[in-house]
């Protein structure tokens, strides 16, 4: 598939669009997207919560295309349901008060959904889009699979990401909680425990989940990465006096 957008190009509009909701908002030295707002009222696509009935259980979000109708659990009952262009409709559980990372992040998917509808349509589908989180010990159809890894879904991923974790953004809590200073991770992603509440904490103040939140430092480069050796001397002192006294 010819690819009509990039990782660079998806950073960059994310980023102006977030910028102009906070113009529009007035907001100064805010350290997290209020991701609702933007969708309802920058994108103006409207949110409503159901309680999903699809064949796939990880489905947790969609935003119908007006056409295709969703299954929805009302009153004990199954129901096919229509909804108009442009709605986004999100899993009703997502509003525990422990889901709240999900949740932005599906309504995130759901809006960048539509951001790439309009700008790269060519490559987009316009048909109704699922937001489905994978789980490695479900069965899935090879329709689904498709659906899931395809090359549309990679980059709504990755502008939900940018929409909720703008670069701007990121540097503001890396400021913050660590003076600016990349996050030390070591070789094969191994990380100390100062580190990774560290990232916790910037997590929490732009609302995303910790794995999103590390994935999003990948992106943007801003892990400093060193030999695991460094890790098992200096951090945790084995390797015996041969080692010891060199660090």
């Known amino acids: 598939m010819k ?29 997290c997207v209020d991701i609702e707002a933007f969708v309802r009222e920058y994108l103006g696509v409207p949110i409503v919560y159901e309680t999903f009935a699809e064949p796939d259980p990880g489905r947790v979000g969609f935003l119908s295309d007006g056409r295709r109708p ?105 400021k913050r909680h660590n003076q600016s200073m990349k996050v030390i991770l070591y070789e094969n992603n191994i990380l100390a425990q100062d580190q990774k509440i560290l990232i916790q ?12 939140f590390f994935n999003r430092l990948k992106e943007l480069d801003l892990f400093d990465c060193r030999p695991i050796e460094e890790y098992l001397h200096a951090g945790l002192h084995y390797g015996g006096e041969t080692h010891a006294s060199s660090s």
Request: glycine share 2%.
């Open 70 to 174: 969703l299954m929805v659990r009302r009153n004990g009952k199954v129901e096919e349901v229509t909804f108009p262009p442009r709605t986004a409709v999100i899993e009703r559980f997502l509003l525990g008060p422990r889901e709240s990372a999900r949740k932005r992040f599906t309504i995130a998917h759901e809006g960048a959904h539509d951001v790439l509808d309009r700008h790269i349509p060519l490559q987009t589908s316009p048909m109704a889009a699922f937001h489905s989180e994978y789980d490695p010990e479900a069965t899935y159809t090879p329709e689904l699979l498709k659906d899931m890894l395809s090359l549309n879904e990679y980059f709504t991923n990755r502008a939900a990401a940018c929409l909720l974790m703008p670069r701007f953004l990121v540097a503001r809590v890396l």
């Open 201 to 212: 904490k910037m997590a929490d103040t732009l609302g995303v989940s910790y794995t999103a």
């Open 3 to 31: 690819r009509f957008t990039s990782n660079d190009e998806i950073e960059d509009l994310c980023e102006a669009m977030i910028k102009d909701f906070f113009k529009s908002k007035h907001y100064t030295n805010v350290m």
